[in-house]
């Protein structure tokens, strides 16, 4: 498996208070399968290759949530240019046995996330396919502050769109456009769709007051509407409905105990291949 560019997203795992029945979930919605990790940790597979990880959380004060992890060849350096760059540093890097070491941290608006410097293990064997990571962005409401956090600590390039994700169905209270979208491309790379790896959407006024910054994680998936439905079949609930974006057709979901995660079926071309 080859190595990640500097700064892409790795790797993805969820913190739930019930392991097993987060394998029932992800296990029927996205027919992963699960090999028992060290401690309280299943790694999820999907056609024998690795996607993801789900843990019990071993702090019920701890949120239920999806987390995302950038590949880094300096975890020491990343962590130092994210608190020269205003952000703080939740845990500082550990080693996670041979397969590598980690950190988490928050950027200036609050919202988490994790770096990892690979040993043994690199990351995803599998993603943008069906029934694996695809996408992942970050909600805020300081732009101004989280932009040049991520272009500094990252190196990450710009490219300004109009919005999306779920606030490209909503507009704000007086019937404005939705807030701008802004895509990442790595560092040497020419920026724009082609070789983006993230992104940030702004949380307007169209959410309630009270919701934090975050990330939210995508998957892709055959059937957006059949997913959709299925989520809600087996516990989970839809936070927006299926509909359409440039990219796709997206719904944002929650599994059966409350972790939020997106699903996007790519778009079909005129020849019928995706």
Known sequence: MAAFARS????????????????????ELFGWTFRAG???????????????????????????????????????????????????????????????ALAQAADPGGAVFGLWQAGDREGFQKQNEPGSFCWTEVYTRQKDRVDPFYEKVFGFQATDLEASGPDAARTGPDDSPPAGF???????????????VGGRSVITDAFPAEMPSYFLNYFAVEDCNRTAGNAVRLGGRISAPPFDIPYGRMAVLQDDQGAVFAVLQPPVSKNGAE
């Not at 892409?8 to 992800?26: H, M, N, T």
């Not at 702090?59 to 962590?79: E, K, L, N, Q």
């Not at 802004?182 to 983006?196: F, I, K, L, V, Y």
């Open 182 to 196: 802004r895509m990442w491309s790595p560092a040497g790379t020419e920026p724009g769709p082609d070789t983006a």
């Open 8 to 27: 892409a997203p790795c790797w993805v795992d969820v913190q739930l208070p019930d392991l097993e029945a987060g394998k029932r979930f992800y296990g």
């Open 38 to 100: 060290e401690g309280p940790y299943a790694d999820a597979f999907s056609d024998g290759r690795l996607v993801a990880a789900l843990a019990a959380k071993q702090d019920g004060r701890m949120p239920t949530t999806w987390g995302i992890y950038f590949a880094t060849d300096d975890i020491a350096a990343s962590v130092a240019r994210i608190r020269e760059a205003g952000g703080q540093v939740i845990t500082e890097p550990v080693r996670a046995g041979r397969a590598g």
